[in-house]
């Protein structure tokens, strides 16, 4: 079985400060992992994915997540948060061959002017 | 304009009343999901389909159903026998659970 983490269920950040947003995940086999976004009563947008290689991975919005296979985490970093940040930020896993994801209770951006 | 659809974007039952959720894509996806968002758990999987005329139950499929007749379209049924069902409804489709692309949701209420 897989599931996610995400400790932090809200997090106030001041405009243009760095943000880490952070997801820890649990499988017994090798992962996919992803970070969604969702703007107030919309559906949810892909950010960025890792499925292989660098595990350094750039998404959208000028966000990255690095994949850390030692400490089971993913977390979600911008250098500098702008006020369109403000939004609700899923974690999510899947493995290879399991048509599922499983996703992360969310963590919600509040961005402070 | 390629994307998913979800209809309508509110809705209103009384309780004991079945209700059907639309979803439609024109992404040529195989795969179709729907999910369930409730405040602070997250989305749960309900049922997903990865072809035609089949389909499997997710995490919480008790209370709902599904039928995948056509590949574009993958309704949901909110049953009477769904003791919760006031929440968010989000379909998704994908080339596989790697490639999701979500709609824009259901709110439904039931009083």
């Known amino acids: 079985a897989q599931s996610v983490t995400q400790l932090d269920s809200q997090v106030p950040v001041f405009e243009e400060a760095p943000v880490e947003l952070r997801c820890n995940y649990s499988?017994?086999?090798?992962?996919?992992l992803f970070w969604y976004v969702q703007y107030p009563n919309q559906g949810l947008q892909l950010l960025l994915k890792?499925?292989?290689?660098?595990?350094l991975v750039k998404g959208i919005n000028g966000f990255e997540a690095e994949f850390n296979k030692s400490q089971t985490s993913f977390h979600l970093r911008k250098p500098s948060v702008h006020i369109s940040d403000t939004a609700e930020y899923f974690c999510?896993?899947?493995?290879?061959?399991?048509?599922?994801?499983?996703f992360g209770t969310g963590t919600r951006l509040t961005i402070i002017p | 304009d390629g994307g998913i659809t979800q209809s309508p974007k509110y809705l209103f039952r009384k309780e004991g009343q079945n209700v059907t959720l639309s979803c439609e894509q024109n992404?040529?996806?195989?795969?179709m999901y729907w999910y369930r968002q409730d405040p602070g758990q997250g989305l749960r999987l309900i049922y997903y389909?990865?072809?035609?005329?089949?389909?499997q139950k997710g995490d919480i499929a008790e209370g709902y159903s599904v039928s995948r007749e056509k590949k574009e379209s993958f309704p949901l049924t909110v049953t009477s026998a769904q003791k919760n069902p006031t929440a968010f409804y989000l379909c998704?489709?994908?080339?596989?659970?790697?490639?999701?692309?979500f709609g824009p949701g259901t709110r439904l209420t039931v009083t």
């Open positions: 998704a489709s994908g080339v596989s659970a790697s490639e999701q692309y």
């Open positions: 499988s017994s086999v090798s992962v996919y």
């Open positions: 890792y499925l292989s290689g660098s595990t």
């Open positions: 999510a896993v899947s493995n290879f061959g399991n048509e599922k994801l499983t």
């Open positions: 992404l040529n996806h195989d795969a």
């Open positions: 389909s990865q072809i035609v005329n089949d389909f």
